[in-house]
């Protein structure tokens, strides 16, 4: 996979950098190679991929292909009309918690006047409403940290609130959202969750 191949490159040059070049040639790069087509196999089904899951390991990453994902990943979302609507019960405060109450555990913490490293790319603009509209907002339940929130107006209009100082940086409505809309970049100050 090139562009695989490229991000590796870029990850041995930062690595030898720093001098752990014999590190990453040793561990990383023989345990990312081993598994490289571990999860594409589960494309054909659940049995293909837990039989070639198999065969993988006990060849260790020896076979002579690469299986690659050529669709990006926001294409496999569904229009909502094909979905029942789930209802969820409420947070009982011992089990299940509020999304915003677990945020705390993270220790996130971006300064409320830095400018938003989420922002909708240009050109896309009307996306977040065809995402509304087409899809049901999944960006509003794939986000962890509730940062992505619907506000429909008095002529029942969505726009879209984009609550970045909530951001854990997983990234994923970088990936995720509908035609891949939201343009993710570094916060200034080095902000963001304390793990």
Not at 16 to 21: A, K, M, T
Not at 190 to 195: A, D, E, L, N
Request: charged share 25%; glycine share 8%.
């Amino acid at each position: 996979c090139f562009f695989f191949f490229q991000a590796e490159d870029g990850i041995r040059d930062a690595q030898e950098s720093r001098g752990l070049g014999d590190v990453y040639k040793r561990q990383v790069y023989e345990e990312l190679f081993q598994t490289r087509n571990f999860k594409n196999a589960f494309k054909w089904g659940i049995w293909a991929g837990l039989i070639h899951g198999k065969l993988i390991s006990m060849i260790k990453g020896k076979e002579p292909w690469n299986l690659r994902n050529n669709v990006i990943d926001c294409s496999k979302t569904k229009p909502q009309n094909q979905f029942q609507k789930k209802e969820y019960p409420k947070h009982d405060g011992v089990l299940t918690f509020d999304l915003l109450d677990n945020l705390i555990k993270t220790g996130v913490y971006h300064d409320h006047d830095q400018p938003s490293h989420l922002k909708i790319k240009k050109g896309l603009e009307n996306m977040p409403e065809i995402s509304y509209k087409k899809f049901g907002a999944p960006e509003e339940r794939f986000c962890p940290a509730k940062v992505y929130e619907y506000i429909v107006n008095d002529q029942g209009e969505p726009k879209l609130q984009i609550n970045a100082q909530n951001c854990i940086h997983c990234k994923t409505c970088s990936i995720k959202t509908t035609s891949e809309f939201i343009d993710w970049n570094v916060p200034e100050g080095g902000g963001g969750p304390k793990y």
